[in-house]
């Protein structure tokens, strides 16, 4: 079992590395498409054939990436936001706030923590089932930059549900073979 929890961990984090990777190379194409190509090379071109060749074949390589690279970094933030959302609940890296819960006579407080569980998971469990409706009607609309599908950016809502559903069902076992223990 912690084989196979460790591997999630880790394809999460290879993914999300990989999405970030991508994202972040998109960016840097299209500041030096913009910049250094469309600016400094097309300028240049005005003045030598040697240049305004170099112009012709860059433009030619990065003119269809460059519409699409403002869109599909953006969609993809969502990927590295949701994964990261993962990964950081993984680690204990969420904010929580439990000096009232604590405080609570230990009955109540585990009553609360109950409750809060739930609500997560049927929050979880909605995000789930309407994404998935939301992909089957309109996932096969393509981005307007690109002919890709919109459902492709769609899929992290409910990979992520389920991962942090997950992450969720782990952290209460954690909690209550913590508390038998004690």
């Known amino acids: 079992m912690k084989t196979a929890i460790w591997l999630i961990d880790q394809t999460v984090k290879a993914v999300a590395a990989l999405t970030l990777a991508a994202s972040t190379l998109m960016i840097l194409v299209n500041v030096f498409n913009r910049y250094v190509v469309l ?18 074949f ?3 390589i990065l003119a269809p990436f460059s519409a699409t690279a403002d869109e599909v970094p953006g969609l993809l933030l969502v990927w590295i936001s ?5 990964l ?3 680690k204990g890296g969420h904010i929580a706030f439990e000096l ?3 405080h609570l006579p230990a009955n109540v407080g585990k009553a609360v923590t109950a409750l809060t569980d739930l609500s997560i998971i049927t ?15 309109d996932g096969s609309t393509e981005i307007e930059t690109a002919e890709i599908a919109q459902g492709w950016f769609m899929a992290i809502l409910p990979i992520a549900s389920v991962l942090l559903i997950f992450a969720l069902i782990l952290d209460i076992l954690g909690r ?7």
């Open 39 to 56: 600016g400094w090379l097309r300028d240049a071109g005005t003045t030598s054939d040697i240049f305004q060749s170099i112009f012709d």
């Open 58 to 60: 860059a433009d030619g």
């Open 82 to 86: 949701f994964l990261g959302a993962y």
């Open 88 to 90: 950081a609940y993984r």
């Open 100 to 102: 009232i819960v604590e």
């Open 123 to 137: 929050f979880l469990a909605l995000l789930f089932y309407q994404s998935v409706r939301m992909i089957i009607i």
């Open 176 to 182: 209550t073979s913590q508390e038998e223990t004690e």
